[in-house]
């Protein structure tokens, strides 16, 4: 009798200790774990906020502050610069076109007069064909000075009009350049200052 519940004990024990085929296993590890490896929270960037670009060096923004007021300097030079004749060159122009045809009047004035038999007509001719043909003659003098200073003086103002022009066209090619090295090097340093999210890696472990 005593060794039937013996062995009825055993196998009680037995049978508790067994493992099923279809009952989990408590210390048994879990077959697939996901780990999520995330930048450190120091190192990670802040983009919450716009990011603000670094500042554009100063040089390059001094020298497109500089040449953009000397360009407007050399534009208002440039319109006031007048390239018609002066007016005192206009003055002895329009004088000696006046008074030179004078000239024409005074030679056969003269001519009448020292042909004239009588003394008081030739003395009245001579003398009205004399002052005549000095007028005459001071008009095409006056006409030729007004021409010559007044082309003259045009001709410098349009010279140096010319070279302020050829003066400012360099200095907007230089404003030109300039501007696409500050936009170059502020776009190059956007690139290299933009924050970044950093992105979470996801591995599995069997």
Sequence with gaps: MLSIVVAA????ASTSTSHSLLTPVSERPV????????????????VSGTSTPPPVPEDLEARAREL???IAMLQSEIRSVDTNWPAGSLVM??????????????IPLIIVGMSSSNDDDAGTLLALGVGTTLGGV?????????????SKQAGINRAHRESLVRERIRLEDELRDVKARRDARGAMQTRQWTPRA???LVAFAF
Excluded: F, K, N
Aim: glycine fraction near 14%; charge should be negative; avoid cysteine.
């Design 31 to 46: 077959s697939a774990r996901l780990l999520v490896a995330q930048a450190p929270a120091e190192e990670a960037p802040d």
């Design 93 to 106: 122009a329009y004088s000696g076109y006046v008074l030179s045809p004078l000239l024409l009047l005074g």
């Design 198 to 200: 950093g992105i979470p």
């Design 68 to 70: 953009t007021q000397q």
């Design 138 to 150: 001071a008009g095409v003098g006056l006409l030729i000075a007004g021409i010559v200073t007044g």
């Design 9 to 12: 004990l055993l196998a009680t």
